[in-house]
Structure formats: structure tokens, C-alpha cells
């Protein structure tokens, strides 16, 4: 009996076995498997034509996985502050869908004028959310070029003029947006510091600059943020395109920084096989095309990753040890996003975003001038209240280019004004001046008609006659992402505001004393006016909520707290790019229409406010300047010890008083100046900064700690950053021309 019994317990325990040993998924899709095992099994199963396949795109925004083994494709999606509509597989035009507006976030330039690390992570993950809702896997930003060119037609895109700033903001974003599953892909990585000539522009720079300025931002992306793609730039460096650099891409990038993550092309910044082989690109997009508009069609076999490649592994050309490494870190980043089974599902233009939103553009709008105390506005001393300006009434959620986006709505400043103040006072408007009437971008059509045919004599009038007997004038104007006004693809002709604002501006301010200029742009602008105005407020694309925020500022609802990203120059000649050049290129490759053009960057490390301190030249408005509607007291900044080694901290602290009857938030900003060094070094330079709220009469210290990595530079023949001993001085800022003390100390 027992046998029988034996027999059948044997037979059952055979068929569990097999059962079992069936229903073991494989390794790679196995989630309790570590990643990199995964990643070796799924390589192990994968044929050379499917690797291949997943190196570049197969649509537009799309590049292939591995169907045969449940791998998914992934869907890129611009961009940074905002997820793009959808465009046709292999067209750019609209495709049309009625489920692909988005939520329209602050352009960057706005996050970074908040200097508030916590609503950087709050933009990310919003953000994320977002576009894993709209099942995207790679998000196409954020943009972390330094500023060095006031024309540069896509700083909006980016986070101002210095490293520090830009690398402590970027870092929360990112961890913001790939905790939904997304990755980033920072962008333009690196050196794409002007959109005239981007794809032949050759940058030529010594490594001081290269370091010290331009890319700490990616640094801090990739060791700090975790990044898990990064996009090469269109210009080249050291006479090789971005997007297949030996040097950024193997030697920088992986060598030093240990990045193990996915190299994107920019989309047609890839030019040749060989050199995306062997010089660190990972997926390819965009080729044949310019990235924005125009391109061949169903070219995807022929790129440079796709037949080409393979006729090469055939031929024995090539061998097949760079495409496993590519595919590699590119099933890395499947395991991270597409095939996390554990990753949110993301939210869709939802309250909280619209919230999100609104806070980081009210923060992040500057008050650069408020004579007198014009703002915020009293409406118990208003009954009219006079609106003029084209960007008062123009969607801004579109054009700029690949940032473009389709807004489920927008909030216009006019009508942000009209709602705030509702029967309180009679708001009226008129237009000043005509821009851009234009109503379609990217495909977007606004059903905005802007058009305006009567003259800018006439439109002046009109403007002067109402500003006459108006209790405030409220002036919006500024640059407005049409062509050649902060727009990628074309740079700024210079620092003027066009279509004649400034003669409109000049004008209201004689006929009105209370005249306020509202100032809409991603990069400064000149402004001959500024000793007629009394009150001048600097606010950037602030997206879907635009007009609520600006309203809220305004009538003094939000007390304005943001500081500038970037210096205002009162001229062109006192930006070192443009006093030393080279700005646009070597005259003799433009003269001659050379394939590439050098642009030589004579300034090295002094851009921004370390050029003009350097060069004593006193700006418009500073680096880090921004009023508000209460005051703050600094008292005397002490440090915790006079001398620190260079394994050690020092804290500085500095007692802040807000004098003023309103809460309100400051900006407390610390930059380091070494007295004595053996290679010339800035005056001074951003290395901490806190953002601290204070009631009325509410009195906090504030502590700024700082280590040895905030007083070295690079130091080009070592290769390597050094902290030399001696003496340094902190400086406490409430902006870097508004210094409130100063601490000497030593490094031992
Ligand atoms: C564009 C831009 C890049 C964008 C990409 C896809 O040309 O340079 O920022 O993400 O192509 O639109």
C-alpha cells in the first residue's frame, strides 16, 4: 500500500516541481532579482539586430525595445516644464489627440528665481507625475546651460548664470520627477550657451571655465540627482560634436564623474558611426532632421546607430563590446523606468499641480524696483486701474520652440488682474504696442487674434491719453519666445526690448507717477527708463497660472521674495562675452561660412557677476537682487572658528530681523572670497544660500555651513580642484552687490 502511496507523493512532488520551475520567470523579469543580474540575462537573450534596434529611434519621440521579450519601447517627451502635445509617428506635426494638454509649469529660469530647493523637488515631482500619466518614460530636461549671453534665445529654458545655483536647484527637480518612474535627460549637455549657429558652433575654452562654470550643474545632475540620461548638445568641443565626445561623454562623464546612466543625442546632433561608437553615445534621435520642424522621413534604418552600424559588426569592422555596453546601460534604464513594475501611475493636470504651479511663479517673480512704496497696489486708492501691453493679453504656455506646449488653459495677466480686482476698481486696457501677433507655434494654434494693423503712434497715443488720468498704470511687456525674443533655434539681436516699448514706457511714466513695469522674459533686457519708473517687477513665462501669480504679487497678496538668477547689464559691453568675445564666432569662420565656427570663450571663468566684479562695472540689477514688501535687518555674521582644516566645516551665522508689518521671505546668500591665490580667482562667488521665512517682527539665526570643496578652484595643470591654505573672507549677502558683512578665517 505504502508503495502506491509513495508513488503518487513522488508523481506530485515531479508535477509541482514542473509547475514551479515553469511559472520561475526568467531572471530579467524577475523583480527581486538585482538589476545588474537582470540586466546580464536580458543581454543574454537578446539577438545583435534587437540590440541594434534599441540604440535609436523609431519614430519621432520613440525608440524601440525588445517585443519578443516583453521589453518595452520608450516615449520621450519634451520638456522641461511642461509635457509636449503628441506629434504624428514620423511627422511633426500636431497629431491632433484630444487627451495631450498639460498643465503649463513656470519656465526654469522662474523655479531658479525662487532660490527654494524644496519647491524644485515639488516642480519635479509634479512634473513627473505628469508625464507619467501620459505614460512617458524619458523627460526631455531639464536644462542646466549657464547663462553667458544675455541673447542666448533659450536661457528661459535654464537656471541663470551661476554653478552653485543652478547645481543646488537642478538636484531636487530630478529626484522630483524619477521618483514616478521617469527619467530625466539634463540637457544640452554640454556647452550649448547660444542657439545662433548651435549646430557648428565649436566652443573653444580653457578647463578652469570648463570646471568651474560650465559643468558643475551636470555634475551635481548626475552624483548628486542620480540622473538617469543625460542629452548631448548640438555645438561641438574640442572639435567633436557633444553628442559623440570623446572627452565629455568618456573621459568626463563616465571616467570621472562614474555616470551609468543613457547618453540621448539631441535630436540630429549625431553625425557620424564611428565616433558614436566609441565616443559614448547611447540612443539616437532625430537624425535627418533639425530637430524642430523639418527632417526625412522614415529614416531610421539609415541612422547612424541602425543598418550602418550593423554592415559594420558584419564586415568585421567594428566588434560588438561598445554595443553591449550601450545596451547595457540602456536596459539600466528599462529596469528604472518601463519595466519598474513598482512605479506610480503619475496624475494629469490635477489641482495639485495647478497649486504647485502657481506657488514656484509667485516666488519665483523678482521685485527689482518699488520707489516709494507704488506697490503693492491699495485698491482702497484705486478706482481706475489701467492695463497696457501686449504680453498682457498673449499666451506665453506656447512658442520658444521644442518647449512649446498645449495648455489645458492659462491664466493671462490681464484677466489674472481683472479677476483679483473685480468690482473693487474699473480695470481697462490698452494694447501700447503690437509684437507678435502670430498664433501658432510648434503646430499649437493659440485661436488668439492678436493682429492690430493701426500705428505705433497711434497705439502710443491711445496708451498716453488713458495713462492720463489712471490712479495705476500697470505696463506688461518684455520678450514674448517668437522668433529671435527667447526663442530656440535663433538668439537675440541685442538687449533692447523690441516693437518700441521702451518709447511707450518713456512716455506713460511722464503723464503717471504710479506707473509699474511688469517685465515677462528669460533673459535681461535693457532699460533706459529705469530712473522714470517707480516700481519695476521681473517675472519670467510663468505658464498656466501666469496671471493669477502676477495679480497675487501685485495687490500684495504674496509678498515677493524672488532674487535674480542672473545680472542685469545696463549695456551689451559690460558682458565679458561680448567685451572680449568671441560672440557669435571668429569673424573669419563666419566670413568664410566655415563647417564649424569657433567660439572662443576669451572670458574664461569671469561670466556674470564675477565679470563685472572683476571688472568693477556696476549692473542694472545684481545677481541675487530682489526686494519685498516688508524689510530685514542683518546683524553681524560670526563664523564658529576662525581657521578650518581642510577635512573640516566652518559655519557662518548671521542673525536676520524682519522690521518691516508683513511676513515675507529672504534670501540669505553666502560667497567666498580668497584673499591670496596663486591663479587669478573672482572677487567673490556663490557657495551657500538659504531661503528663510520671518513674521513681522520675527528674529532667526541663520547658518551657513560650508566645507573645503567651497574655496577651491580647478587647477587646469593638476587636473584636479584645489583649496590652497591661507586666507579667506565670507561674505553675507542679501544680493552679491548688497553685502551685509563679512568674516575672515583661515583654511590650515
Ligand atoms: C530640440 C532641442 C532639444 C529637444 C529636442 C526634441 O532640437 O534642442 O532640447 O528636447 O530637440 O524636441
Known sequence: MNKILKLITLFFLTGLLSVLSQNKSPIYLDATKPIEERIEDALSRMTLDEKVAMLHAQSKFSSAGVPRLGIPEFWTTDGPHGIRPEVLWDKWEQAGWTNDSCFAFPALTCLAATWDTDLSFLYGHSLGEEARYRKKDILLGPGVNIYRTPLNGRNFEYMGEDPLLSSRMVVPYIKGVQQNGVAVCVKHYALNNQETNRHTTNVVLDDRALYEIYLPAFKAAVQEGKAWSIMGAYNLYKNQHACQNQYLLNDILRGEWGFDGVVVSDWGGTHSTSQAIFNGLDMEFGTWTDGLAVGTSNAYNSYYLAKPYLDMIHSGKVGTKELDEKVRRILRLAFRTTMDKNRPFGSFDSPEHSSAGLKIAQDGTVLLKNTSNVLPIKLDKASKILVVGENAIKMMTVGGGSSSLKARYEILPLEGIQSRVGAQAKVTYTRGYVGDPTGEYNGVVTKQDLKDDRSSEVLLAEAVDAAKDADYVIFIGGLNKSDYQDCENTDRAGLELPYNQDKVIAELAKVNNKLIVVNISGNAVAMPWVNEVPA?????????????????????????????????????????????????GKKEDLANKRDTVDVTYNESIFVGYRWLDKEKIKPLFSFGHGLSYTTFQYGKPVSDKTEVRADGHITFSVNLKNTGDREGAEIVQLYISDLKSSLPRPLKELKAFKKISLKAGEEKTVELTIDKSALSFFDANKHEWIAELGDFEALIGSSSSDIKGKVKFKLK
Open 536 to 584: 519695476i517687477v521681473q517675472t519670467w513665462y510663468l505658464g498656466s497660472e501666469a496671471g493669477n501669480a502676477i495679480a497675487s504679487v501685485l495687490f500684495g497678496d504674496v509678498n515677493p521674495s524672488g532674487k535674480l538668477p542672473f545680472s542685469f547689464p545696463a549695456k551689451l559691453t559690460d558682458v565679458g562675452a561680448h567685451k572680449l568675445g568671441e560672440y557669435p
